[in-house]
């Protein structure tokens, strides 16, 4: 049974920092594909940030690039994503997603004065 169990979240002010973490299990964690989704009140679920199998290909969407980075640990499946430089909008629940249609439980981020 496929397990992503989200953490790291929490309440911060505007350009200060984050590390979400998604514990995984249930799969061969080393040979898939892990993405960073979120989802702010009264909007779509949106894809922030990919990672490949292997860790060497990275994507993100273009509202986070240059402050948010995405990466694995394959001996603790684990994926991270590390958030500098936070911002109001950046208020979302976030989620680890994996393929073909598994999500976690979220972790809430809120970035406020």
């Known amino acids: 049974e496929v397990d992503l169990v989200e953490s790291g979240g929490g309440s911060v002010q505007p350009g200060g920092s984050l590390r979400l973490s998604c514990a995984a299990s249930?799969?061969?964690?080393?040979?898939?594909?892990m993405k960073w989704y979120r989802q702010a009140p009264g909007k779509e679920r949106e894809l922030v940030a990919t990672?490949?199998?292997?860790?060497?290909?990275?994507n993100y969407a273009n509202s986070v690039k240059g402050r948010f980075t995405i990466s694995r640990d394959n001996f603790k499946d684990t994926v991270y994503l590390q958030m500098n430089s936070l911002k109001p909008e950046d208020t979302a629940v976030y989620y680890c997603?994996?393929?073909?249609?598994?999500w976690g439980q979220g972790t809430q981020v809120t970035v406020s004065s």
């Open positions: 249930g799969f061969t964690f080393s040979s898939t594909t």
């Open positions: 997603f994996v393929g073909p249609g598994y």
């Open positions: 990672i490949t199998s292997a860790g060497r290909i990275t």
